[in-house]
């Protein structure tokens, strides 16, 4: 194993992780913001509110996330429609294209995730709030989100990571991440070995970053159900 070449490379190797991190966050937070409401829509028993989101969850979760890139990166830009639209700055450059079908498969995922959160509140809570005379907004913010939330944390905790390694994808339309810089590295040395051990080292770095935030995001929000210390 040649580290020579790995120490040679390792300013690439950062550069594509904070491009890998900003993919990440990014498309985390608007999927996330896009799941919220739509899983509120999703738990509706009107089904002209629940349909569109079934159907949005159905497409995006029954179809690969590379066939997704492909689609936005190199499919929209045929039709006339979306080239002559205010749109097309946007949708012409590989990093949006990334970033927005990142942002609506992880939304997607997130979505179920949510609806089962909300859906597994207990019927007590709601109770309570109705006794107090809460309305459904006012359930929703106070007592139903918050509670979900909670619950959906540990599945969430996984869709985080998922989404981390599924941004490796971002190389395929040009992207420089952390894939992109061990492609790099590999063309310029045919070095696989070395090229894409780094990039490994770099993702499971990451990835037990995340693991670690998550188990003290769920110490902290779980801490009502360990056992108490009993007191002498």
């Given at each position: 194993?040649?580290?020579?070449?790995?120490?040679?490379?390792?300013?690439?190797?950062?550069?594509?992780?904070?491009?890998?991190?900003?993919?990440v966050s990014l498309s985390l937070l608007a999927g996330f913001i896009l799941a919220v409401p739509m899983a509120i829509m999703r738990v509706s028993k009107n089904y002209f509110i629940a349909a569109p989101v079934r159907l949005f969850?159905?497409?995006?979760?029954?179809?690969?996330?590379?066939?997704?890139?492909?689609?936005?990166?190199?499919?929209?830009?045929?039709?006339?429609?979306?080239?002559d639209s205010f749109a097309w700055p946007f949708f012409k450059e590989a990093y949006f294209c990334c970033l927005f079908?990142?942002?609506?498969?992880?939304?997607?995922?997130?979505?179920?995730?949510?609806?089962?959160?909300?859906?597994?509140?207990?019927?007590?809570?709601?109770?309570?709030?109705?006794?107090?005379?809460?309305?459904?907004?006012l359930m929703l913010r106070r007592i139903i989100l918050p509670s979900a939330f909670r619950r959906a944390l540990p599945a969430y905790g996984n869709e985080v990571i998922f989404m981390l390694h599924g941004t490796s994808l971002a190389s395929i339309i040009t992207l420089v991440d952390l894939t992109g810089a061990a492609r790099i590295v590999n063309s310029r040395y045919y070095s696989p070995y070395e090229a894409y051990l780094t990039a490994a080292v770099f993702y499971m770095g990451l990835t037990f970053t995340l693991v670690w935030l998550f188990k003290k995001l769920e110490f902290k929000w779980f801490a009502h159900l360990r056992p108490r210390k009993e007191t002498v």
């Open positions: 194993m040649d580290f020579e070449i790995i120490f040679d490379n390792l300013g690439l190797y950062v550069e594509g992780m904070w491009l890998t991190l900003e993919l969850v159905y497409i995006f979760r029954g179809t690969p996330l590379l066939v997704q890139i492909y689609i936005i990166y190199y499919g929209l830009g045929q039709f006339d429609a979306v080239k079908a990142f942002a609506l498969n992880t939304g997607a995922y997130t979505v179920e995730i949510l609806r089962g959160a909300i859906a597994g509140t207990p019927f007590g809570e709601i109770e309570a709030a109705v006794s107090v005379g809460m309305s459904r907004i």
